[in-house]
């Protein structure tokens, strides 16, 4: 499947400026950096890109070092196999992208299935700072669902047609605004929208969230939460449809030390409808943590 053009779809990318292409692990990632300080880590979750924290980033580069990047086989970064999909798998291969860029970040934010990254890195890499998940996508599905469901995107990721005929249909679905409003609750600006229409009807782009799906093994990290030693703080948006906050109230009783924030009238893309009051939660946080 094709990439994204970083000369052609890039063009319109939120702090452009502030980008790099980094070789690691027989990988290219889109990296972006931002600000002096104390480094913080920024993951998107799955089918987004750096692009998300586009408001964000910048209040937090105010007092950090800000390092945001695209997941494998998201966006802009490109050559990583189904096999880095999983989620111990990509908690790897960002473990090796940190030690390339030489960083050890402070704190680890992650945005619904970047929080799951983030605390695989705690269980699995040794980083031992501070977490803050935004929409924590941390609850596998109930019941059989939690087989079923990846079975049924593997079996999509694996047919080369599926990629392609979802992005084709976006425009049947109403469009990128209505179906973005349908999957998160959630109004973002307009620069923000052009970037996720620009993602949804990408088929290269579309096959690496397929694939992240198809591989992700939260029944995993949900056996080994209880291990979990970093402080991490949760923000939840409480009109948010894809994680209810009824399921981060659950996950966050599994961490030892976790504290839960829920927004009223904001969605799955909290962070993006209303990045200064997100940033000031996490201001706090930090602030006691490092």
């Not at 005929?165 to 349908?182: P, V």
Request: aromatic content about 6%.
């Amino acid at each position: 499947m094709s990439t994204l053009d970083w000369n052609r779809e890039g063009l319109i990318w939120p702090h452009r400026d502030a980008s790099a292409f980094i070789e690691a692990g027989g990988a290219r990632w889109h990296v972006q950096r931002m600000g002096t300080g104390t480094p913080l880590l920024l993951l998107h979750g799955t089918g987004a890109s750096v692009h998300s924290w586009r408001d964000l980033m910048p209040i937090l580069a105010q007092s950090h070092e800000v390092i945001a990047i695209d997941l494998p086989r998201h966006a802009f970064t490109t050559g990583h196999s189904a096999y880095a999909m999983g989620l111990p798998a990509m908690a790897g291969e960002v473990a090796g992208l940190l030690k390339t860029l030489n960083i050890a970040p402070a704190a680890i934010i992650g945005h619904s299935a970047g929080a799951a990254l983030a605390l695989q890195l705690g269980l699995a890499h040794n980083f031992v700072g501070p977490i803050v998940g935004l929409s924590s996508a941390l609850r596998p599905f109930p019941g059989p669902f939690a087989q079923i469901f990846p079975a049924v995107a593997k079996a999509l990721f694996i047919n080369p047609l599926v990629p392609r005929i979802f992005t084709g249909s976006i425009d049947l679905l109403g469009g990128a605004g209505r179906f973005l409003w349908r999957s998160t609750h959630s109004r973002i600006s307009a620069e923000g929208l052009a970037c996720y229409r620009t993602l949804l009807k990408h088929s290269g782009h579309a096959g690496g969230a397929l694939a992240m799906m198809a591989n992700w093994d939260l029944p995993g990290l949900r056996d080994r939460i209880g291990s979990v030693t970093n402080p991490v703080l949760m923000v939840h948006g409480e009109s948010d449809p894809a994680i209810p906050p009824s399921w981060a109230r659950e996950a966050h009783g599994w961490l030892p030390d976790a504290r839960l924030e829920v927004l009223s009238g904001l969605g799955h893309l909290a962070h993006e409808e209303a990045p200064d009051k997100v940033a000031a939660l996490i201001a706090a946080f930090l602030a006691e943590q490092i």
